[in-house]
Structures are given as C-alpha cells and as structure tokens.
C-alpha cells in the first residue's frame, strides 16, 4: 500500500488549501481513509475520516471548515481545508486503516497558516 499526500504549502489566515492523497490499488473505495497532522510539540491528531461507505467524521476543531472526500475512480482522497488558522499549521498525514486492523501511513504534506 502507497499512499502519497500533496498540496501543503503556505497560505494566509482565512485562505484555502486543498490536500491530495493518491492511493495504490482500490483500497480507498474498501478502508476508512483518514488525514492526521502532528503540530510541532504535539502528538499527531485526526482531523477527518471517511468510510467506505462515504460517511465522515471530523476534530470539532476543523468542523464547518474542513471537508473530508474521495473519488474512488481516481483512487484519491481530498481534504478540502477553508478558513484556515495559524493553528492549523501541521504536518498533515494520510492514513489507511483496514479491516484487518491494519494501519498505512503516507509521507505527510506541510501546511503553514501565517501572513
């Protein structure tokens, strides 16, 4: 399993950024797809999740601003990130978590929130 974040960069407070995870085979349309980040000094936390079926989950800190989704056809999954705060900034991760109990991580995507 491959999974390869892209799209961090630097963007103002209140700007957007939209985060990629491409993934190998059809695992996303099968396992729950998550996005973690880990600030610097702080322990990495989930910011969204999706399930194969399309249900999300989000960090009360992200609700209304970030949107979690996926395109099964293309194998990828987005984090749609609005409203964006300094206290976003973060390393952000892709995750794959199987039925089976088992956990892929991709290599994360910088993020940094400042003006």
């Known amino acids: 399993v491959q999974l390869q974040a892209s799209g961090g960069g630097l963007v103002q407070p209140g700007g957007s950024l939209r985060l990629s995870c491409a993934a190998s085979?059809?695992?996303?349309?099968?396992?729950?797809m998550g996005w973690y980040r880990q600030a610097p000094g702080k322990q990495r936390e989930l910011v969204a999740d999706i399930a194969s079926s399309g249900s999300t989950n989000y960090a009360d800190s992200v609700k209304g601003r970030f949107t979690i989704s996926k395109d099964n056809a293309k194998n990828t999954v987005y984090l749609q990130m609005n409203s964006l705060k300094p206290e976003d900034t973060a390393v952000y991760y892709c995750?794959?978590?199987?039925?089976?109990?088992?956990?892929?991580w991709g290599k994360g995507t910088l993020v940094t929130v400042s003006s």
């Open positions: 085979g059809s695992i996303i349309s099968r396992n729950r």
């Open positions: 995750n794959a978590f199987t039925p089976g109990g088992n956990n892929y």
